[in-house]
């Protein structure tokens, strides 16, 4: 045994000197071919191997060969023309690598085709892979917050996987949907949080009518146009993308802790005069209460339901290939624990890309993924929590938790996280497939089909104990509902390209037929006796079971023509028409046209400019089009029937009767123009580069719900009614501050300003049971205008007004010396910014890298959900105020009054006014410090690349106000928490 192992380690031994011997090493420099600089960063491979290295900040390389044969490199670096050097005996080794104007002249997505940045004519935005990278994130759009001009990007809420809220250029339509149209590879997409970002090439974002107008109706809120990574020929490449964070409430606005609640519910009552001294404290609490008053219990119930959470996501990507077939695979998980017990997610994705070349003339190829979604949902315990009384404690004497502490009126908040007594699981699985053939039939000449499909399966349990929040002790509830939904396009796309001397002419035609289909169903019944079958034995509930289910379907046809003139590349001219046909309008009015033209002067490409050498790019843009919108619910067209509960006598029977909504037979389109001029410049080559986009969308035969009166007998009609205008403003640049070998300083702004308004209705005048007003957004805040608090030196003032001093005193709009709805309410502010902002900064140092990302929205207003829990009686536990007093006469919040009930307070002295409250704020969005290795020690351990980072996401914010992060909207569920994450990139 032993001599066999002996002889084995002598034979390693013996191969391992072999395999040294017959390596040798080669050193080189590579430079720039024009300025003769050092390249560092440039990748060199041993053609047909996997041996690589990575020339440092002086171009210098050095790398380990085969010995003898004929070995030849190969040198590839972004911009530059890849080369191939044959090596035979040298040792060292000089290359110089020659520009790439091509790679050097960005290229741009654009509806079914490509062109270069240059010659773009429209407003878009383009975002590149390692932009994507900066701010790892579950969904993508996330990631870009701050950093597109003009794209408008909030988080809805903080709870696990939540979504955001995305709106190009402000809100156009009143009841239909404003959100952009998401393309992915060249087909409908709506999942984008399906789609990892280290799956994503690029992303440009289309805004004017003359970019989006291509897609027709489907562009009318603009176009985001995903491209996700294709394989590529040579050696396979494995990439690893890999991160773990935690999650913190730190922007949370506590509610009062024991010692205010006391001081305010006998303060209540010292205004009624049933409380003067805590000798009187036996009169308004119970014995229990001043028992804990005395031991100092104070329960802060919301840091009982608050946790630390976790976010991680782990992908790794496969990305090879040979000339004709190239293949892209990757895998990815991501998970999340919320804020609270019970919301978590965990989501699995594979995605596989292939592109195979039959021919020299015919093309086809794959992109698919496959998403599986596993989700438990929390039913916010917030508002409950925000309102317990302090005095309480969860568990009773024996530690067992109380369903109502103390008898009292409030369930216990922690009481949905028993075990069994609450379920919400969502589970979820998604295929997105594209398949296209391109057949090249002339040189300048091609054909191509696009075969999308979708299919989504999902499925919803909800099981609610006897004792949980939503059931407060009434019989258990179980609900158990499925949707099957199927989505396919079909897309035939005929691209024509023709350079005649100083002359290019691209013309594209396109056909296309969407389908959208969903089936629903829903069962649901109640008192389920036994806790453990949850929310699968529904035919054991025997109270009012019940069954729905439903049917959506419809189509859209479109025909869509565009052409593109290019000449000298200093004159460009755009001309598209569209034409859809959508099955959720009215006959007769199925089909409008679309039409835009741009224009574009490439001045920089004029005689006049060669002298001007510090101006390196300057372009002037004008485009005008037209978009439309049917985004309401089908058969809006439609008097629906529903059913109703009747019966003859004793006994039960079916009855029907129309829908709320009662169908319009003549519903057509919502309409959208848009002027659009746009700058784009940039100065000491290329060092300050930005764009400027001035633009004017009007909007007519708005798709608005109508109210109508209760003797029609229906409560509300679609209608084409209503106009709406959005004018605007975008700025976007960036500087590369400091570029040398080891330093790189790199600077971008955005800042946006959009004036969204109504300018026409359904009724003369302004709509004031919808809060619509010509003149102002479409979200405002319509209310009395607080001024104060009535002071005790105002006391005949107040009492013309039927108050008294601690009131809350509004403006008297008219001053007709009454405050009445119809005359002293006024809009007092809008949920849209009156500009928006970002500021980005990039510090590289040898391997180090810095990235600070702050983000801002200023001038809107929030409804603050927090100032809603003051309770004027004391007895729900209240948000902390600087309220009055005769000892504090503050002007912030009334005096507690255990005579009046916060429904009072709010209904009939003015209490709404408390709500609003300015919401501009700043923050510093994300921060990431990061550390790339050398490229050799990188290749010692195998790797072609790996860098570390440690970031942070919602670090700080700058508010007016106090312990709460705006950006949520005024609501104070689920808050958005702050991540510390630590990650890792690999590549090999």
């Given at each position: 045994m032993r001599k066999g192992l002996l002889l084995s380690a002598v034979a390693l031994s013996t191969a391992m000197s072999a395999m040294a011997q017959q390596t040798r090493q080669v050193q080189g420099r590579v430079i720039d071919g024009t300025t003769s600089e050092g390249l560092p960063g440039v990748t060199v491979i041993v053609k047909n191997s996997t041996l690589g290295a990575t020339t440092d900040g002086d171009g210098n390389f050095t790398l380990s060969i085969p010995e003898g044969g004929d070995v030849a490199l190969t040198f590839s670096y972004i911009g530059y023309v890849p080369q191939t050097v044959s090596v035979g005996s040298q040792t060292k080794l000089k290359i110089a690598l020659k520009s790439d104007q091509k790679a050097l002249d960005e290229v741009v997505v654009i509806g079914y085709g490509q062109v270069k940045k240059s010659d773009v004519t429209g407003a878009i935005v383009s975002v590149k892979e390692e932009d994507l990278k900066k701010v790892p994130s579950a969904n993508v759009m996330e990631t870009l917050q701050g950093r597109l001009p003009g794209v408008d990007i909030t988080r809805s809420s903080g709870s696990a996987g939540s979504g955001v809220n995305i709106a190009v250029r402000g809100n156009r339509s009143i009841t239909a949907q404003n959100g952009p149209l998401f393309i992915v590879d060249g087909v409908q997409y709506n999942s984008i949080q399906d789609i990892n970002p280290n799956d994503i090439q690029s992303m440009e974002v289309l805004k004017d009518a003359a970019s989006t107008a291509i897609y027709g109706s489907r562009g009318a809120n603009g176009v985001i146009i995903v491209t996700t990574k294709k394989g590529a020929a040579g050696q396979p490449r494995v990439t690893i993308n890999s991160y773990y964070g935690i999650t913190d409430a730190v922007y949370y606005p506590r509610v009062s802790n024991a010692q205010e609640y006391v001081a305010?519910?006998?303060?209540?009552?010292?205004?009624?005069?049933?409380?003067?001294?805590?000798?009187?404290?036996?009169?308004?609490?119970?014995?229990?209460?001043?028992?804990?008053?005395?031991?100092?219990?104070?329960?802060?119930?919301?840091?009982?339901?608050?946790?630390?959470?976790?976010?991680?996501?782990?992908?790794?990507?496969?990305?090879?290939?040979?000339?004709?077939?190239?293949?892209?695979?990757?895998?990815?998980?991501?998970?999340?624990?919320?804020?609270?017990?019970?919301?978590d997610l965990n989501r699995y994705s594979i995605r596989f890309n292939l592109d195979q070349e039959i021919n020299s003339k015919i093309r086809v190829g794959l992109q698919s993924q496959l998403t599986y979604f596993n989700q438990d949902r929390r039913r916010d315990p917030t508002n409950q929590a925000n309102k317990i009384n302090?005095?309480?404690?969860?568990?009773?004497?024996?530690?067992?938790?109380?369903?109502?502490?103390?008898?009292?009126?409030?369930?216990?908040?922690?009481?949905?996280?028993?075990?069994?007594?609450?379920?919400?699981?969502?589970?979820?699985?998604?295929?997105?497939?594209?398949?296209?053939?391109?057949?090249?039939?002339?040189?300048?000449?091609?054909?191509?089909?696009?075969?999308?499909?979708?299919?989504?399966?999902s499925?919803?349990?909800?099981?609610?104990?006897?004792?949980?929040?939503?059931?407060?002790?009434?019989?258990?509830?179980?609900?158990?509902?499925?949707?099957?939904?199927?989505?396919?396009?079909?897309?035939?796309i005929l691209n024509y390209n023709k350079?005649?001397?100083?002359?290019?002419?691209?013309?594209?035609?396109?056909?296309?037929?969407?389908?959208?289909?969903?089936?629903?169903?829903?069962?649901?019944?109640?008192?389920?006796?036994?806790?453990?079958?949850?929310?699968?034995?529904?035919?054991?509930?025997?109270?009012?079971?019940?069954?729905?289910?439903?049917?959506?379907?419809?189509?859209?046809?479109?025909?869509?023509?565009?052409?593109?003139?290019?000449?000298?590349?200093?004159?460009?001219?755009?001309?598209?028409?569209?034409?859809?046909?959508?099955?959720?309008?009215?006959?007769?009015?199925?089909?409008?046209?679309?039409?835009?033209?741009?224009?574009?002067?490439?001045?920089?490409?004029?005689?006049?400019?060669?002298?001007?050498?510090?101006?390196?790019?300057?372009?002037?843009?004008?485009?005008?089009?037209?978009?439309?919108n049917y985004d309401i619910p089908a058969y809006s067209t439609q008097s629906l029937l529903v059913r109703i509960p009747f019966a003859f006598g004793e006994t039960s029977a079916p009855a029907y009767t129309f829908a709320n909504r009662i169908g319009n037979r003549e519903l057509g389109w919502e309409l959208s123009n848009t002027l659009n001029f746009g700058l784009d410049f940039a100065f000491l080559e290329n060092r300050v580069a930005g764009s400027v986009d001035v633009y004017d969308t009007r909007t007519s035969d708005l798709l608005l719900n109508r109210v109508l009166p209760a003797t029609s007998g229906y409560s509300v009609v679609t209608e084409n009614a209503g106009k709406t205008r959005n004018r605007g403003i975008e700025v976007g640049l960036n500087a590369?501050?400091?570029?040398?070998?080891?330093?790189?300083?790199?600077?971008?702004?955005?800042?946006?300003?959009?004036?969204?308004?109504?300018?026409?209705?359904?009724?003369?005048?302004?709509?004031?049971?919808n809060r619509w007003f010509i003149g102002s957004p479409v979200n405002v805040f319509y209310d009395y205008e607080k001024i104060g608090i009535w002071q005790t030196g105002e006391a005949d003032a107040a009492k013309a007004y039927g108050q008294k001093p601690g009131q809350i005193k509004v403006r008297d709009l008219n001053g007709d010396g009454r405050i009445t709805a119809a005359d002293d309410r006024k809009v007092l502010g809008s949920t849209v910014p009156k500009w928006s902002g970002s500021l980005n900064t990039d510090v590289s140092y040898k391997g180090f890298d810095l990235s600070l990302q702050f983000f801002a929205r200023i001038g809107?207003?929030?409804?603050?959900?927090?100032?809603?829990?003051?309770?004027?009686?004391?007895?729900?536990?209240?948000?902390?105020?600087?309220?009055?007093?005769?000892?504090?006469?503050?002007?912030?919040?009334?005096?507690?009054?255990?005579?009046?009930?916060?429904?009072?307070?709010?209904n009939s002295l003015y209490g709404t006014s408390l709500l609003y409250e300015n919401g501009s704020y700043?923050?510093?969005?994300?921060?990431?410090?990061?550390?790339?290795?050398?490229?050799?020690?990188?290749?010692?351990?195998?790797?072609?690349?790996?860098?570390?980072?440690?970031?942070?996401?919602?670090?700080?914010?700058?508010?007016?106000?106090?312990?709460?992060?705006p950006e949520r909207g005024g609501a104070i569920t689920t808050p958005i928490p702050r991540v510390l994450t630590a990650g890792i990139n690999l590549g090999f």
């Open positions: 305010q519910k006998r303060e209540a009552n010292r205004t009624t005069g049933n409380w003067n001294s805590p000798a009187d404290d036996s009169k308004i609490f119970t014995p229990l209460e001043i028992q804990n008053i005395a031991d100092g219990v104070s329960t802060n119930w919301i840091n009982k339901l608050l946790r630390q959470g976790v976010q991680q996501e782990h992908q790794i990507g496969l990305s090879g290939g040979s000339d004709k077939t190239k293949i892209y695979a990757s895998f990815d998980y991501f998970n999340e624990q919320g804020l609270f017990r019970m919301d302090p005095l309480l404690t969860p568990y009773d004497e024996n530690g067992n938790l109380a369903v109502f502490p103390n008898a009292g009126n409030f369930i216990n908040p922690l009481i949905d996280e028993q075990p069994g007594n609450y379920q919400n699981n969502v589970r979820t699985t998604r295929t997105f497939t594209t398949a296209y053939a391109s057949y090249q039939i002339l040189p300048s000449l091609n054909l191509r089909s696009n075969l999308g499909l979708t299919l989504s399966n499925r919803t349990g909800i099981y609610q104990g006897s004792n949980t929040l939503d059931r407060n002790g009434s019989v258990a509830q179980s609900a158990y509902g499925t949707e099957f939904l199927t989505n396919w396009s079909w897309e035939n350079t005649f001397g100083d002359h290019t002419i691209s013309a594209t035609g396109v056909t296309s037929l969407l389908t959208f289909n969903t089936e629903n169903s829903n069962a649901q019944g109640r008192n389920q006796l036994l806790d453990y079958q949850g929310y699968y034995a529904l035919a054991n509930a025997n109270q009012q079971v019940g069954i729905n289910s439903g049917y959506v379907n419809s189509k859209l046809i479109s025909f869509t023509g565009r052409v593109q003139y290019n000449f000298k590349s200093r004159y460009l001219l755009t001309l598209t028409g569209r034409s859809d046909g959508s099955s959720v309008l009215a006959p007769g009015n199925k089909w409008a046209f679309f039409p835009s033209a741009a224009v574009a002067w490439r001045i920089i490409e004029e005689d006049f400019m060669k002298g001007l050498t510090p101006i390196t790019d300057l372009k002037l843009r004008a485009s005008y089009g037209r978009a439309g590369r501050v400091v570029e040398t070998d080891n330093f790189r300083w790199n600077v971008g702004a955005t800042w946006f300003k959009n004036k969204e308004e109504i300018t026409a209705l359904t009724v003369s005048g302004n709509d004031v049971s809107q207003m929030l409804n603050y959900e927090y100032n809603g829990f003051f309770d004027p009686q004391g007895i729900e536990n209240s948000s902390r105020q600087n309220y009055w007093t005769p000892e504090n006469p503050s002007n912030d919040f009334p005096r507690p009054d255990a005579s009046l009930s916060k429904s009072t307070l709010q700043a923050k510093l969005r994300a921060a990431t410090l990061g550390y790339t290795f050398p490229a050799g020690l990188a290749s010692r351990l195998h790797m072609s690349s790996l860098r570390v980072y440690v970031q942070g996401k919602n670090l700080y914010t700058w508010s007016h106000i106090d312990n709460y992060d």
